[in-house]
């Protein structure tokens, strides 16, 4: 792999419930390619899938009933914000409930399940434009230990979650005895960086990727952290 050209998708109109991404995608932009992965934000796949939640718009707290709703474990307090475990795994701020991007009086919940969500995309588009692409949803998480968010895959669908390298050899011939690489979660925040925050920017292509991580069956549960091996719970 010599060079990654990430590009931005622009005239996505405003996603409503019921909509289909693939379609929108097909109609925003003719130059997709077999190979390409397509980087599509949670909050789109959100609103099409119906996600979004009433809330009170004159209450800043009217949502924190749905994050206890939507934690299966909470972690940790402090003030109003919550630390908790999704039922997909997740350990985020609020549960991953989202108030920006969306109506005001509205609460976006993260999807039910981020990987067949992916799978729809990648499948319509497959079917209609006759592409061969790999998918990821992206959503924005903090980090222990260190400032700022970044984007990190929560769903995906054609490529490989992890590049597992262990066994191989680094660039002075030793052999890699633990490292495994987060590869959608790499292409995930590349992605953001021509999407951004307020660009209204919510699909962007990455090309140029090895297409040795290209393959089915993989999804994003495999990065998720099992308890018994997580030194911070």
Do not use: Y
């Amino acid at each position: 792999m010599n060079a990654l050209n990430i590009i931005p998708v622009e005239g996505i109109p405003e996603v409503r419930p019921g909509d289909d991404i693939a379609d929108l995608i097909s109609s925003a932009t003719a130059d997709l390619r077999d190979g390409d992965c397509l980087v599509v934000t949670q909050k789109i796949v959100s609103k099409a899938e119906g996600r979004l939640v009433d809330i009170d718009p004159d209450d800043p707290l009217s949502h924190k009933p749905l994050v206890e709703q939507e934690s299966v474990r909470i972690l940790r307090r402090r003030g109003d914000l919550i630390i908790s475990q999704t039922s997909h795994g997740f350990v985020c701020a609020n549960a991953g409930i989202d108030l920006s991007n969306v109506e005001h009086g509205q609460a976006a919940l993260l999807p039910i399940d981020s990987d067949r969500s992916a799978r729809g995309i990648r499948d319509r588009l497959k079917a209609r434009a006759g592409v061969d692409v790999a998918v990821v949803v992206s959503d924005t998480f903090g980090r222990p230990w260190r400032r700022g968010v970044t984007d990190v895959a929560i769903g995906c669908a054609g490529i490989g979650a992890i590049a597992d390298l262990r066994g191989t050899s680094d660039a002075l011939g030793r052999e890699l005895q633990v490292t495994e690489v987060a590869i959608v979660d790499e292409i995930a925040s590349a992605a953001d960086l021509v999407m951004g925050k307020s660009a209204n920017i919510a699909v962007a292509i990455v090309r140029g990727l090895d297409s040795a991580w290209f393959r089915r069956g993989n999804v994003v549960e495999e990065i998720v952290r099992d308890p018994s091996d997580d030194l911070f719970r």
